[in-house]
């Protein structure tokens, strides 16, 4: 048994399921398709990260902003 192997493990999974755009998925994932207009707005330093993820879980945005530092 490698305890560090396994420290690291559980750290980078933790790791993982906080990132913004892991989050936003997994919300994203459970809701029912939409079937009306769709529109996306994101703020924040993850704003852009968290909008991707959006997109890429719903398939299409009809309009929207992204607002963020960068």
Known sequence: MDLK???D???????HAAMPDTAVRK?????????G?????????AAWQMAHAALAVLGR???GIVITKY
């Not at 493990?9 to 790791?15: C, D, E, H, K, Q």
């Not at 919300?27 to 079937?35: D, I, N, S």
């Not at 207009?37 to 330093?45: F, N, S």
């Open 5 to 7: 192997r396994d420290v």
């Open 9 to 15: 493990a559980i750290i980078a999974a933790a790791l």
């Open 27 to 35: 919300a994203l994932e459970r809701l029912p398709a939409c079937r």
């Open 37 to 45: 207009r769709l529109v996306l707005v994101a703020a924040g330093k």
């Open 61 to 63: 945005v009809d309009g």
